[in-house]
């Protein structure tokens, strides 16, 4: 068995995957992504309150891949 991420316990590909060889790597934490502000809130007084969002994400990967991490399903 080959030491990529399609055999890799901690790799997992989603049923609704538009592309079928990619999947994320579950082995830590999702890991930030990016943030932004989404809008505004605009109060009576008319102060303007921002509001921030952040992502968190797992890895996208490959099935070919592979790391130092993998493991046997």
Request: charge should be neutral; proline fraction near 5%; hydrophobic fraction near 25%.
């Amino acid at each position: 068995m080959k030491e990529q991420c399609e055999n890799c316990r901690f790799w997992k590909r989603p049923e609704a995957q538009a592309e079928k060889d990619a999947g994320n790597c579950r082995r830590y934490a999702p890991r930030p992504w990016g943030s932004g502000y989404v809008g505004v809130d605009i109060h009576e007084d008319e102060s303007i309150e921002r509001k921030l969002y952040s992502i968190a994400m797992w890895p996208t990967t490959y099935g070919h891949e592979w790391c130092g991490d993998w493991q046997k399903k």
